[in-house]
């Protein structure tokens, strides 16, 4: 993946270690927000630091949290700073050397503040682009939310304008001396696939959906 030209947009989403692996512009940072499903958020509550993982979805330059208006969590993200993280484990990089063998990632830190969605259409279309997100078109196919599903259901977003990804996409790096040993050395690629549907016994509809892993 060849490398943006675009700085880092503030010093603590910086990339550091490694810097050569550091992506910083928009397409890159929202590919790799859409290709997850889960992230992890990091935030402060009663003087102690937790670290919970949760499902998210992007729309435009935000990413999107939801869950139950009582929670303690969402609560605590709309009152103080956030760190959102994702990794993507692509592939499995096997060297000739124990220090080389590596992983191809992709991954994506966030900083910056949650905002609550309150306006009602707003967070309607906000959760039909979830549930579509991944299972395209079901969103027509389901009994209608009720206003008291919505009202007690909290939708959080957070800009993507302070991430930063850091990618590793390449093959193995081993010595120039070791390359004659006889291991084998190469990449297993990783990914996620859907596996055989189990239908409800109950269900009414016997065929199954569509889904964004096939």
Not at 57 to 65: K, N, P, Q
Not at 76 to 94: F, K, N, P, R, S
Not at 186 to 204: C, F
């Amino acid at each position: 993946m060849p490398r943006p030209t675009r700085p880092a947009p503030s010093p603590r989403t910086r990339v550091r270690r490694l810097p050569e692996r550091a992506h910083y512009d928009a397409d890159t940072i929202a590919a790799i927000v859409d290709a997850a499903m889960l992230c992890t958020v990091a935030f402060q509550l009663d003087g102690a630091v937790h670290a919970i993982p949760t499902i998210h979805w992007r729309e435009g330059g935000h990413l999107y949290l939801h869950g139950a208006k009582a929670s303690r969590m969402l609560k605590a993200l709309t009152e103080g700073e956030a760190c959102v993280t994702i990794a993507l484990a692509d592939g499995l990089v096997l060297a000739r050397s124990a220090m080389h063998h590596s992983m191809n990632y992709r991954s994506v830190v966030v900083y910056g503040r949650f905002e609550a969605v309150t306006e009602p259409a707003h967070k309607l279309a906000s959760l039909r682009a979830f549930i579509d997100g991944l299972y395209p078109g079901r969103w027509d196919t389901l009994r209608p939310i009720t206003e008291k599903e919505l009202n007690a259901t909290s939708v959080l977003r957070i800009a993507l304008d302070e991430a930063s990804a850091k990618v590793r996409d390449w093959g193995v790096k081993d010595d120039e001396e070791d390359l004659d040993w006889p291991v084998w050395a190469g990449v297993i690629p990783l990914r996620t696939l859907a596996g055989e549907p189990v239908t409800e016994p109950d269900s009414v509809a016997r065929s199954v959906p569509p889904t964004r892993f096939g």
